[in-house]
T-cell receptor, first 116, second 114 residues
């Protein structure tokens, strides 16, 4: 049963610390998405990768957030320095897109981040 | 630009009754439409999608959705609600270019009373 995995599941840190969240997409998927979910803002897209290249990161605060895909099996989202307003659940999702045809996005269980 | 509206923050329905969760969308070109469900402390799970073809789409757990192009709607329905259907439901849309990610609605909380 293929699924997206995310680590850590929970993270509590202090303001100013670096936070790294990791995602392993489903094997064979060529797109990866990072979302942030909060009560106030709902589900926001932070970054979107296709074939490991960033396609859209307009939703990500560039001064402190960075997203990368070092290889096809790993996506990372870093926050440096972290702030209390970054507290949220961060979801990774992966999918398969070929040409203009899109398949379903499959979500990981999320990383619940608390910045004190 | 693409957008999704879920006009109801919460829908309450009695077990055994039919349920409808509303969704309207705006997109350039042809829409790809999705419904996802989120249970507490879990990630989003795919329910169903409309890409092309029959306007009535059947999905997981007995859910279905009807695509209405003239009304730009994609309402989620189920003939008989279960208490276990209580969750947060998200509608999502993207265009058919393949260059954009999904845009999600704000979510509708479905509460099914026994």
């Amino acid at each position: 049963d293929a699924r997206v995995t995310q680590t850590p599941r929970h993270k509590v840190t202090e303001m100013g610390q670096e936070v790294t969240m990791r995602c392993q997409p489903i094997l064979g998927h060529n797109t990866v998405f990072w979302y942030r979910q909060t009560m106030m803002q709902g589900l926001e897209l932070l970054a979107y990768f296709r074939n490991r290249a960033p396609l859209d990161d307009s939703g990500m605060p560039k001064d402190r957030f960075s997203a990368e895909m070092p290889d096809a099996t790993l996506a990372t989202l870093k926050i440096q320095p972290s702030e209390p307003r970054d507290s949220a659940v961060y979801f990774c999702a992966s999918g398969l897109v070929f040409g203009v045809v899109t398949d379903t996005q499959y979500f990981g269980p999320g990383t619940r981040l608390t910045v004190l | 630009a693409q957008s999704v509206a879920q006009p109801e923050d919460q829908v309450n329905v009695a077990e055994g009754n039919p349920l409808t969760v509303k969704c309207t969308y705006s997109v350039s070109g042809n829409p790809y439409l999705f419904w996802y469900v989120q249970y507490p402390n879990r990630g989003l799970q795919f329910l169903l999608k409309y890409i092309t073809g029959d306007n009535l789409v059947k999905g997981s757990y007995g859910f279905e959705a009807e695509f209405n192009k003239s009304q730009t709607s994609f309402h989620l329905k189920k003939p008989s609600a279960l208490v276990s259907d209580s969750a947060l439901y998200f509608c999502a849309v993207r265009d058919d270019t393949g260059r954009r990610a999904l845009t999600f609605g704000s979510g509708t909380r479905l509460q099914v009373q026994p």
